[in-house]
């Protein structure tokens, strides 16, 4: 399996064919090869045996199979069905028909082509993402650019993430000694409904991430040096050719010790996040948790990435593992069992609504909260906003209903943020021509801004789990609380 | 409107004579038909004959238009009343008017402020250099990493950042785009997202196919924050935005103000007359209101700004085009009043009459007739709702996009540009990108002007030949 980021070059080619060598000894990673150990073979009654004897070896097998046959009767009952209303030249000749159509969906060497060629002569093939040099701008002292004139609480008028002033180098984020670097990944090309190139917009337009938190009484704009860094630039004809850039300038985040937090774009993004993150902190030193109504876990697909597979991606390259994983929020159409036990099987942690239903968000909440714990690693978290219902968050690219609500999400999010070690954050598939209020960015905003908190609260070592403020928590008039534990 | 019937007496006519708002200007029809069409029953004579000489003098003037819609209604008030009632009905209607005005010993003279509030004046003191963390070299810069970058950090016209005039001076600026979120419209109010709906939307440096001239490449163009504002009061924000202003048009950058409602406009072009004093300023005012109403117990508000910059002869009537009037604001007096300042009005019943071609090409020769630098303030009202519809005091019948962008083009090149504000959006009003983006053209369309200008294509509608004709034939 080639990873994507290896795909432009010879040499990085050779070692990825190495790698795939080491892929194949490796426990089994597919789906498809998971099915296939298990599959029993479909028994055909005796009357059709004479219906079956002209067929090959070869024939008999695909016939006898399920997993090859399901595409064309539903069941084996159903093939059965089928089989017995035709006579032996016409079963022969559907039995054929099925195997024609197996094989013109395989990739055929010669006939298919295995890779989408670029215009390598263009003089503009990396225009996109070409930095601009800084002899380009007057000279200034390194470090984050102050936008507002004025003293007080009026901003500069040019919206930022948090209000926060800009930076767009690494030495800025060093010399501003930068805790939180929040960048807009503007990619869209997600499979459902799509603005997400919108995201990053509309999340500085709305502002709501800066400022007190009510609930803590801690505010992440004093403690913490926040930054805007600007876009990392996408090209948004391909999701494979933007993920080593978005991985490159991720890492360069991290690598000055600040924590991105990545405003998207779609959630293909999770993939050179996480991975960019794993080249700063090393493998087996990092767990993710991923708030999504989907798994994100898409298998045997013709693209190597797509937001249904940043996952799936992860664990093929080898960035990270299955046990390092925390699910929270599934509720779509997948994973089917078969996903399910797949995820059992890699050591995936998953939670979804099904849980929620039967042992209430609080049991959950807990639950998830010690996985997270666990052995004190450092904590990644990727929050596709279509966890929540979306009556809340409409404006989302691939809404499911039945989903969390702001609060079940703030908590838990300001909770993962304060009580452990996180490290970075990514919040995607905001869509906002989805939504013609402010709702959907209102909400994106509170969650940003939960973790924001967190970060904030264990910088003043407030990381008691749930810790809330007394002084919001009691008006204090009476004892009512201790007369009512 | 109740007729009256037609002429049967004399004395009818000399009533209404004793009516002295009868006697209204000779081309109003309320007088034409008072003199044709005059009657008067008797029973109504000996009504009025009760009432004291005071309260007949009250009928005889025009304070009763104050409170009631037209003279023929006050006709039909007196008529169905007998003589108590009539006299309560009098009493009442003068007890009003004198309501109307204020009363020392139950009204506020001004309204108080907190002089203790610590942060009394916290959102307008700029920052001094020297409290920055970090000193930077003055001029524009980018706020984008890459050299080609759509999206990031949304700015106007995806322009670079200043900040101080050293930054203008600097950068050798042409035209600096500020924005200023006053969002006391007398309509819808949302102007305050004026500002960061343009930035947020593009196309305002777009290449114009009509000159194939690029503003963004010809000029340098900076977006230059927001002026603070008191959203409490306009009065409170006037000498924040006039002392903002003035400072970035000393330093020889073009204003482009992006509000905000249009009580804006009075100390904008206040501030901007006040850099070159010697020099008159003429203004070409877009909107569908006149705003020349006479100022009322505020001391501005966007029904006025007009009327105090023409009183305070901030610019001269002679001086003062104004284009698209359709509103109701606007009464025959409003009208008259501005004819005698010599104000060159066009409403949209004079693009009705003569087409909108003839009125475009009458505004750009008094534009240019007057020699002056000349100052555009356009008020999205300007154009019909269904082009933008996020307006502060939308107006049905407006002009559209393709009526005002040549004009705005033409007056941008073939005249000197002193200023361009756009007033009075109410982004919250469309939910869709129509109104950002049409009121983002409108500014292209003076940038490109501008544009033009500079590579001197200022003759009159230059339109570029490769564009107008594919010359095939």
């Keep these: 399996m080639k990873k994507i980021e290896t795909l432009n070059t010879w040499r990085t080619a050779l070692m990825c064919s190495a790698l795939s060598l080491t892929m194949l000894t490796s426990p089994a990673l597919s789906q498809q090869e998971a099915e296939e150990e298990a599959e029993t073979p479909i028994e055909f009654p005796d009357s059709l045996s004479m219906k ?20 064309y009767a539903r069941t084996p009952e159903l093939l059965i069905q089928t089989l017995e209303k035709r006579s032996a ?70 919206p930022t993430f948090a209000g926060a002033p800009v930076a767009l180098t690494p030495e800025d984020l060093i010399a501003g000694k930068v805790d939180v670097a929040i960048v807009g990944a503007p990619l869209n090309m997600g499979s459902g409904w799509r603005d997400a190139d919108h995201g990053p917009l509309i999340m500085r337009m709305q502002g709501g991430m800066a400022g007190n938190d009510q609930y803590t009484q801690v505010n992440a704009s004093r403690e913490l040096n926040i930054v805007d860094y600007g876009d990392i630039a996408i090209d948004n004809d391909s999701t494979e050719r933007s993920m080593q850039h978005v991985r490159a300038v991720v890492r360069e985040i991290a690598e000055t010790g600040a924590i991105p937090f990545i405003i998207g774009g779609d959630h293909s993004l999770e993939y050179p996040n996480v991975a960019a993150l794993v080249d700063v902190y090393g493998h087996d030193n990092l767990s993710v948790i991923h708030f999504d109504a989907h798994y994100d876990v898409g298998r045997d697909s013709p693209h190597y990435i797509s937001h249904g597979s940043p996952i799936y991606r992860l664990l093929v390259d080898g960035h990270i593992k299955g046990k390092d994983y925390i699910q929270v929020g599934l509720r779509s159409g997948g994973p089917d069992e078969a996903g399910y036990k797949w995820m059992r099987e890699e050591g995936f942690k998953y939670h979804s609504m ?57 908590p838990i999010i300001r909770r993962l943020c304060a009580e452990n070690n996180v490290v970075g954050f990514d919040m995607v598939e905001v869509a906002p021509a989805l939504d013609p209020t402010y709702t959907t960015a209102l909400h994106s905003a509170a969650i940003a801004k939960a973790c924001l908190t967190g970060l904030a609260m264990r910088k003043l070592e407030l990381t008691d789990p749930h810790y809330l403020n007394p002084i919001t928590l009691d008006h204090a008039q009476d004892e009512y609380h201790k007369e009512n534990p | 409107m109740l007729m009256f019937k037609n002429n049967k007496s004399v004395t009818g006519l000399a009533l209404c004579l004793l009516f002295t708002g009868c006697v209204t200007p000779v081309t109003s029809p309320t007088f034409l038909q008072a003199q044709a069409e005059v009657e008067m029953s008797s029973p109504v004579m000996a009504k009025l004959n009760g009432l004291s000489e005071e309260q007949r003098a009250f009928l005889r003037s025009s304070d009763p238009l104050r409170v009631i819609a037209s003279r023929e209604m006050l006709m039909e008030e007196i008529e169905r009343r007998d003589p108590q009632q009539l006299q309560k009905y009098v009493a009442d209607m003068m007890a009003a008017v004198a309501a109307f005005a204020f009363q020392p010993a139950t009204d506020l003279s001004a309204i108080p402020l907190n002089p203790e509030a610590t942060g009394f004046n916290s959102s307008t003191v700029l920052k001094p250099q020297i409290l920055n963390e970090r000193s930077r070299s003055p001029g524009p810069f980018s706020v984008s990493r890459y050299i080609h970058q759509t999206g990031g950090i949304p700015t106007f016209a995806g322009a670079k950042v200043a900040i ?30 004026g500002p960061k709906a343009l930035r947020g939307m593009h196309g305002m440096a777009d290449r114009n196919v009509f000159s194939m001239v690029d503003p963004g490449a010809v000029l340098n163009i900076v977006d230059y924050g927001d002026f603070s504002v008191d959203r409490m009061s306009i009065a409170r924000s006037v000498n924040h935005i006039h002392d903002m ?97 010599g104000v060159m009005y066009h409403t949209m019943a004079e693009v009705e009459l003569r087409g909108w071609e003839v009125v475009m090409e009458r505004v750009l020769d008094e534009a240019k ?104 034939y």
């Design chain 1, 89 to 158: 030249t016409e079963v022969k000749a559907y039995v054929e028909a099925m195997m024609w159509v197996a094989e013109q969906r395989k990739f055929v060497p010669g006939r298919d082509s295995d890779s989408i060629p670029l215009n390598v002569a263009s003089p503009d093939f990396n225009a996109w993402l070409v930095r601009r040099p800084a002899s380009f701008d007057p000279v200034r002292e390194v470090g984050p650019i102050e936008m507002s004139r004025y003293m007080g609480s009026g901003g500069g008028g040019i």
């Design chain 2, 369 to 472: 007739s007057s020699r002056n630098p000349v100052y555009v303030s356009f008020d999205v009202s300007v154009m019909d709702p269904g082009e933008l519809s996020a307006a502060g005091r939308a107006s049905p019948g407006g002009l559209t996009v393709r009526e005002l962008a040549p004009l705005v083009r033409r007056l941008c090149a073939e005249t000197p540009i002193a200023g361009f504000e756009i007033m009075d959006m109410a982004p919250m009003l469309d939910l869709s990108y129509v109104s950002a983006m049409n009121a983002n053209y409108m500014l292209n369309a003076c940038l490109t002007g501008m544009a033009m200008r500079k590579q001197g294509l200022s003759q009159d509608h230059y339109l570029n030949p490769i564009t107008v004709d594919h010359g095939q």
């Design chain 2, 164 to 193: 101080t005039p050293e930054d203008l001076i600097a950068g050798k600026v042409d035209v600096a785009i500020a924005g200023i979120p006053q969002s006391m419209s007398s309509g819808n109010r949302d102007a305050r997202n």
């Design chain 1, 354 to 410: 099904a849980e929620v239903e039967r042992f209430g968000w609080d049991y959950v909440l807990e639950r998830v909260l010690s996985e997270a714990r666990g052995d004190g690693r450092k904590l990644y978290i990727s929050f596709d906003v279509d966890v929540l219902d979306p009556s809340y968050i409409s404006g989302t690219g691939t809404p499911v209903s039945g989903g969390m609500t702001p609060r079940e999400a703030i």
């Design chain 1, 52 to 71: 079956l004897n002209d067929l090959t070896a070869e024939q008999m097998e695909f016939l006898s199979s399920p997993r090859s046959t399901r595409s």
């Design chain 2, 245 to 341: 202003v003035f400072s970035l048009a000393s330093t020889g950058a073009v204003p482009f103000l992006v509000g905000g409602d249009h009580s804006v406009m009075y100390p904008t072009v206040k501030a901007v007359r006040a850099v070159n004093p010697e020099t008159p300023l003429t203004v070409v005012h877009f909107g569908a209101h006149y705003n020349a109403e006479k100022t009322r117990a505020h001391a501005l508000s966007d029904r006025d700004a007009v009327y105090l910059l023409l009183t305070e002869g901030v610019i001269s009537g002679n001086n003062l085009i104004q284009v698209g009037l359709r509103g109701p604001q606007a009464s025959l007096e409003s009208f008259q009043w501005l004819r005698e300042r």
